[in-house]
């Protein structure tokens, strides 16, 4: 079956932190792009980290910049979002997705052919 599946979510209070990973089964991160994307209730979804390839380059959108890392474990077929001093603002279903073959961290979202069906944080003061 072929899948990604996030785990790690949950709430947490102001301030705090999650790791949220994404495990593939059934296919393959290995040369492909990956990224984390997010949808809070009557918002549109949104790009939130991406990371290359290779893993040697990675993006961010400007509001979890310096707060949020984005990595990746090949061997593990793994992707992980670290999201730290987590703001209530951040609340959202969190989704992984697999882009391009040998795909930058920018890539256009309409790349990101397979998805994950997400894991819910709620960040709450």
């Known amino acids: 079956q072929v899948q990604l599946v996030e785990s790690g979510g949950g709430s947490v209070q102001v301030g705090g932190s999650l790791r949220l990973s994404c495990a593939a089964s059934?296919?393959?991160?290995?040369?492909?792009?990956m990224g984390w994307f997010r949808q809070a209730p009557g918002k549109e979804r949104e790009f939130v980290a991406g990371?290359?390839?290779?893993?040697?380059?990675?993006n961010y959108t400007d509001s979890v910049r310096g707060r949020f890392t984005i990595s990746r474990d090949n061997a593990k077929n793994t992707v992980y979002l670290e999201m730290n001093s987590l703001k209530s603002e951040d609340t959202a279903v969190y989704s992984c997705?697999?882009?391009?073959?040998?795909?930058?961290?920018?890539?256009?979202?309409?790349?990101?052919?397979?998805w994950g069906r997400g894991t819910q944080v709620t960040v709450s003061s």
């Open positions: 997705a697999r882009g391009p073959q040998m795909g930058g961290p920018r890539s256009p979202q309409s790349k990101y052919l397979y």
């Open positions: 059934g296919l393959t991160i290995i040369r492909r792009a």
């Open positions: 990371i290359s390839w290779y893993g040697d380059m990675t």
